[in-house]
């Protein structure tokens, strides 16, 4: 990513469709945050297609896709993806996610809708709820997120900036300060 080799993104969103990417050794502990996603966002071809595919990807790990629904975040903010198109995506997403009822990967998806206020798509979250899918909250949980997320537009999840990749040497040092924490 420090690099900016594009080339990489298509590369990297294959790596994580494959359940042993964060295994010791390989990509370990960063498919396991938003590190994965910062990452994602900074080498991202400007072709969503990669990105689209793992997220529906019922055979990726759920938690990699969890943590890659944060890249659609980062790529509107900087402008790398149009948010009428996440929002298209995240419709037909909820259509093929149907079939992976009780996934983490579904909380990835309903934060998406918070963070940028998708309103149109609140019949969906309360069909997901409804029908249990999202296990991680209940629909009166997304509506005390979606108040707060209208209420502070600047930083619309509560203690997460959702911040972009911040260079090789602090994304590094953030790792290693996670990895000592108790």
Same mark, same amino acid.
């Given at each position: $990513?420090?690099?900016?080799?594009?080339?990489?993104?298509?590369?990297?969103?294959?790596?994580?469709?494959?359940?042993? $990417?964060?295994? %010791?050794?390989?990509?370990?502990?960063?498919?396991?945050?938003?590190? @994965?996603?910062?990452?994602?966002?900074?080498?991202?071809?400007?072709? %969503?297609?990669?990105?689209?595919?793992?997220?529906?990807?019922?055979? $990726?790990?759920?938690?990699?896709?969890?943590? +890659?629904?944060?890249?659609?975040?980062?790529?509107?903010?900087?402008?790398?993806?149009?948010?009428?198109?996440?929002?298209?995506?995240?419709?037909?997403?909820?259509?093929?996610?149907? +079939?992976? %009822?009780? +996934?983490?990967?579904?909380?990835?998806?309903?934060?998406?809708?918070?963070?940028?206020?998708? !309103?149109?798509?609140?019949?969906?979250? !309360?069909?997901?709820?409804?029908?249990?899918?999202?296990? !991680?909250?209940?629909?009166?949980?997304?509506?005390?997120?979606?108040?707060? @997320?209208?209420?502070?537009?600047?930083?619309?999840?509560?203690?997460?900036?959702? @911040?972009?990749? +911040?260079?090789?040497?602090?994304?590094?040092?953030?790792?290693?300060?996670?990895?000592?924490?108790?």
């Amino acid at each position: $990513a420090e690099w900016k080799r594009k080339e990489a993104y298509r590369y990297y969103a294959y790596l994580l469709a494959w359940s042993w $990417a964060g295994t %010791p050794n390989l990509l370990s502990e960063i498919v396991y945050s938003d590190q @994965a996603a910062r990452l994602m966002a900074e080498i991202y071809d400007g072709d %969503p297609t990669p990105l689209f595919n793992l997220l529906v990807d019922q055979y $990726a790990d759920q938690s990699y896709r969890f943590w +890659q629904f944060r890249t659609l975040i980062l790529l509107v903010k900087k402008g790398g993806l149009d948010l009428a198109t996440v929002k298209d995506f995240l419709i037909r997403a909820f259509d093929l996610l149907e +079939q992976e %009822p009780e +996934q983490h990967v579904w909380r990835g998806w309903e934060e998406v809708i918070i963070y940028f206020g998708l !309103e149109e798509l609140i019949p969906l979250v !309360e069909r997901a709820h409804k029908a249990e899918w999202i296990l !991680e909250g209940t629909i009166e949980e997304f509506r005390e997120k979606w108040a707060y @997320a209208r209420a502070h537009p600047e930083a619309p999840i509560e203690g997460d900036l959702i @911040a972009p990749y +911040q260079g090789f040497d602090k994304e590094v040092a953030e790792a290693f300060a996670n990895r000592a924490r108790p």
